[in-house]
């Protein structure tokens, strides 16, 4: 990732926009969660379902994934470089 790829996504992480959009994430992940056991009467809605959680948690999960992501490729161009 480029440092400017990732000074963009820091960016939009301090936005209030963001900051909402992830409160709906988390408050949809729990609603779902909350909802699946009577929700999901057969097998294929129960899988369904956990696809749904699935998504959502990796959505959740962007800004750590793009933060860790950037130091990762810091610290190995670091190590090439030695």
Same mark, same amino acid.
């Given at each position: 990732m480029?440092?400017?790829?990732?000074? #963009?996504?820091?960016?939009?992480? !301090? #936005?209030?926009?963001?900051?909402?959009? %992830?409160?709906?994430?988390?408050?949809? =992940? =729990? %609603?779902?969660?909350?909802?699946?056991?009577?929700?999901?009467? #057969?097998?294929? %809605?129960?899988?369904?379902?956990?696809?749904?959680? #699935?998504?959502?948690?990796?959505?959740?999960?962007?800004?750590t994934?793009? !933060?860790?992501?950037?130091? %990762?490729?810091? !610290?190995?161009?670091?190590?090439?470089? =030695?």
């Amino acid at each position: 990732m480029l440092q400017e790829e990732y000074e #963009t996504y820091v960016d939009l992480f !301090k #936005t209030e926009g963001w900051k909402l959009f %992830q409160e709906s994430i988390v408050g949809a =992940e =729990e %609603q779902l969660k909350n909802s699946s056991v009577d929700s999901a009467v #057969t097998n294929d %809605q129960w899988q369904f379902l956990r696809g749904q959680l #699935t998504q959502l948690r990796n959505v959740a999960a962007f800004e750590t994934f793009i !933060k860790l992501t950037f130091e %990762q490729s810091e !610290k190995d161009e670091e190590d090439d470089g =030695e």
